[in-house]
């Protein structure tokens, strides 16, 4: 089984910043794409940003010129900066990860959610 741990939300005023880690540990044998998406209350679970094992990064409009996705395959770890936080972030925010594991090959992984708010 890969383990996601997920760390770094919180409360946050608007305009603040947060830093989210994720780091994927267990029988790994090499990680694909990497990402985070968000959900809110009513709403759909939505990709925040991605990237991929080449480094490109994908991100979604609402978060464009504010968020910077980052990788360590050292360290399977994926991070995601998000600066000039509006309310409207405000969500649980997944890691989400593709790990080809020993055997069994290429699987979705998700983390267990941590919370991001935003106050006005």
């Known amino acids: 089984q890969v383990q996601l741990v997920e760390s770094g939300g919180g409360l946050v005023q608007a305009g603040g910043s947060l830093r989210l880690s994720c780091v994927a540990s267990?029988?790994?044998?090499?990680?694909?794409?990497m990402g985070w998406y968000r959900q809110a209350p009513g709403n759909q679970r939505e990709l925040v940003a991605s990237?991929?094992?080449?480094?490109?990064?994908t991100y979604a409009d609402s978060v464009k010129g504010r968020s910077a996705i980052s990788r360590d395959a050292a360290k399977n770890t994926v991070d995601l900066q998000m600066n000039s936080l509006k309310p409207e972030d405000t969500a649980v925010y997944y890691c989400?990860?593709?790990?080809?594991?020993?055997?069994?090959?290429?699987?979705?992984?998700w983390g267990q959610g941590t919370q991001v708010t935003v106050s006005s």
């Open positions: 989400n990860v593709g790990a080809i594991r020993p055997y069994w090959g290429l699987q979705d992984y």
């Open positions: 990237i991929s094992v080449d480094g490109t990064p």
């Open positions: 267990g029988s790994i044998a090499s990680l694909k794409i």
